[in-house]
T-cell receptor, first 114, second 111 residues
Framework: EAQVTQNPRYLITVTGKKLTVTCSQN?????MSWYRQDPGLGLRQIYY???????DKGDVPEGYKVSRKEKRNFPLILESPSPNQTSLYFC?????????????FGPGTRLTVT | AQSVTQLDSHVSVSEGTPVLLRCNYS??????LFWYVQHPNKGLQLLLK??????LVKGINGFEAEFKKSETSFHLTKPSAHMSDAAEYFC?????????FGAGTRLTVKP
């Protein structure tokens, strides 16, 4: 089944404790991205990747890191999480550039930072 | 720069009545436009997309949207609401690299 998977689905952590949210897609998509969803703000892009070893900042990259060592995986890293990073996070992928082609979304990761 | 405005944060309809979710966009290019639906505790699912072909786009579950360039609008409609349509809906505008989401419209369907 074609899908985007994220782990963990739920995470409660404390300020400053490094964490990684994994994202994997099995559709051989080139384009992958991370979003955070906050009430009243819709989805805002954190980082995106056009292909392996090619990443770029989205609208809200501060406090996050990403890497794209393999085509299928695009982990999101929070080196020192803070409470303002409490949010719902979505990973997405697309066959190519985001323009014409729709993105496929993972199920989301709900992160709480205390 | 692109932007999307969803004109209503919350819409409430009765089951069996029409649904209208409004979306205006701003883009310097010929954009692609999408509507996504998010059911509670679920990811986003594509409802329909416009990519410069027919201006009236039909999607899944009886939804459709009309691209009106003169009004820079891409409103989502459905003739008859069903209880299962209750969800959050996002209008999205995209050029080749930048995808912008609206703030979302929560649709409530009353029995």
């Amino acid at each position: 089944e074609a899908q985007v998977t994220q782990n963990p689905r739920y995470l409660i952590t404390v300020t400053g404790k490094k964490l990684t949210v994994t994202c994997s897609q099995n559709m051989n998509h080139e384009y992958m991205s991370w979003y955070r969803q906050d009430p009243g703000l819709g989805l805002r892009q954190i980082y995106y990747s056009m292909n392996v070893e090619v990443t770029d900042k989205g609208d809200v990259p501060e406090g996050y890191k990403v890497s794209r060592k393999e085509k299928r995986n695009f982990p999101l890293i929070l080196e020192s999480p803070s409470p303002n990073q409490t949010s719902l996070y979505f990973c997405a992928s697309s066959l190519s550039l985001a323009g014409v082609l729709e993105q496929y979304f993972g199920p989301g990761t709900r992160l709480t930072v205390t | 720069a692109q932007s999307v405005t969803q004109l209503d944060s919350h819409v409430s309809v009765s089951e069996g009545t029409p649904v209208l979710l409004r979306c205006n966009y701003s883009s310097s290019y010929s954009p692609s436009l999408f509507w996504y639906v998010q059911h509670p505790n679920k990811g986003l699912q594509l409802l329909l997309k416009y990519t410069s072909a027919a201006t009236l786009v039909k999607g899944i579950n009886g939804f459709e949207a009309e691209f009106k360039k003169s009004e820079t609008s891409f409103h989502l409609t459905k003739p008859s609401a069903h209880m299962s349509d209750a969800a959050e809906y996002f209008c999205v505008v995209s050029d080749r690299v930048d995808m912008r989401f609206g703030a979302g419209t929560r649709l409530t369907v009353k029995p």
